[in-house]
Structure formats: structure tokens, C-alpha cells
């Protein structure tokens, strides 16, 4: 069955870095997500996209975050300066096209740890 | 805005035995999804079963089924003749029936299942 996959599994950095978040969806999904969660906390919304564009983001998601879809293939999330509160897994999803139809399938997160 | 309450932290079931993990949610849309997903210690999010809102007959997946109660925006999810394996979180979830296709967490309920 098709998964999505995410790398890397764990990532550590410093505080005030970039990270670069991993993600291949289901080859034939169109909807892609970012989701994290903080250690002992629920599950929180970032961002969806579809088409090339965000179709909506949480408070969450500020200009600290940005997603592309550099190559028809991987999705990425970007985390620009690190702050240690942006410890966490997260979570990439996927779904096809019919939204209503159509469960969003996880891939096994990054735990992102920052120092 | 919509909320979604596991007011669960955690339950406990002996093998073969059933149980029942509450969820409430709110909402002042008509249209709308509910999901249980399942996070095992191997953190993938798996979709355990969904109920469409405008449904009246509860969703039902092998040993899985879910008590749906509208008016009382309350989905419940039961599992029967419990295994070891179903040891896992259980987050209960919300989804409009608009195009974002974003997921509402709730706060989860980790199922222990004793032999």
C-alpha cells in the first residue's frame, strides 16, 4: 500500500537555524499537509496546500514557516531561526482529490528537537 | 471554531474484553467528518474508521464501530474483543465539509490492552 514518507526521522538543531522538512506523498494525491505536535500535546493544524499555493494556514503558521513543492514529487516544510518552542513531531499528510471521500493519510513524522 | 474534546487521557482494557473512548466535539456547521485515528508507539497515524455527518447509521469497521450522536455532537468509538495490538493513542478528529480538508485533533487517549 502507498505510504507517505517523511526524512528525516529525527532531526537536531541549534536554535536560530533553518530546517528543512522532509516529505514524499502519495503519488497520486493533490492535497498535502503539515501537522505537529508537541510532546504530551494534541496534534495542531500548520498549513494545507493544494495547487501550488497555500489553502490555508494556522495562527501557528507565521512567517517563520514557509511550504513548496519544489519538484512535482516532494513537499517541504521550512522552519527559518529556530526557536526552542518549535520542538515537536511533525507530521506530513496526504489526500486525493476528492476531499469528501478522501482520509488524509500520515507519514511517521520528524521529531524535530532543538537545542 | 470548531473543538474536539477526549476528555480520556488515558483507559484500559484486559484482551478480548471491550471498550469505549469517548469524543465531543463543537460545531455550528451541518456538513462536516469525524475521525478516530489510531497512533501506535511506532507514531504513524492510521485511520481507524470515519462517519460522514449527514449519515444516520454509525460507521462500522470489523471490530471497530463508532456510537455517532448528533444533537448530542458526541462520537464515541468502541472496540470489541480487544487485541494487543490495538494498544495505542487514539486521537478522535473533526473535518469541515468545506475544501480545507483540516484536521481538528483532539487531546488523544492512550489505550492500554492487559493479557
Known amino acids: 500500500e502507498p505510504e507517505v514518507t517523511q526524512t528525516p526521522s529525527h532531526q537536531v538543531t541549534q536554535m536560530g537555524q533553518e530546517v528543512i522538512l522532509r516529505c514524499v506523498p502519495i503519488s497520486n494525491h493533490l492535497y498535502f499537509y503539515w501537522y505537529r505536535q508537541i510532546l504530551g500535546q494534541k496534534v495542531e493544524f500548520l498549513v494545507s496546500f493544494y495547487n501550488n499555493e497555500i489553502s490555508e494556514k494556522s495562527e501557528i503558521f507565521d512567517d517563520q514557516f514557509s511550504v513548496e513543492r519544489p519538484d512535482g514529487s516532494n513537499f517541504t516544510l521550512k522552519i527559518r531561526s529556530t526557536k526552542l518552542e518549535d520542538s515537536a513531531m511533525y507530521f506530513c499528510a496526504s489526500s486525493a482529490q476528492d476531499l469528501r471521500n478522501q482520509p488524509q493519510h500520515f507519514g511517521d513524522g520528524t521529531r524535530l528537537s532543538i537545542l | 471554531a470548531q473543538t474536539v474534546t477526549q476528555s480520556q487521557p488515558e483507559m484500559s482494557v484486559q484482551e478480548a474484553e471491550t471498550v469505549t473512548l469517548s469524543c465531543t466535539y463543537d460545531t455550528s456547521e451541518s456538513d462536516y467528518y469525524l475521525f478516530w485515528y489510531k497512533q501506535p508507539p511506532s507514531r504513524q497515524m492510521i485511520l481507524v474508521i470515519r462517519?460522514?455527518?449527514?449519515?444516520?447509521q454509525n460507521a462500522t469497521e470489523n471490530r471497530f464501530s463508532v456510537n455517532f450522536q448528533k444533537a448530542a455532537k458526541s462520537f464515541s468509538l468502541k472496540i470489541s474483543d480487544s487485541q494487543l495490538g490495538d494498544a495505542a493513542m487514539y486521537f478522535c478528529a473533526y473535518r469541515s465539509g468545506s475544501n480545507t480538508g483540516k484536521l481538528i485533533f483532539g487531546q488523544g487517549t492512550t489505550l492500554q490492552v492487559k493479557p
Open positions: 462517519q460522514e455527518a449527514y449519515k444516520q
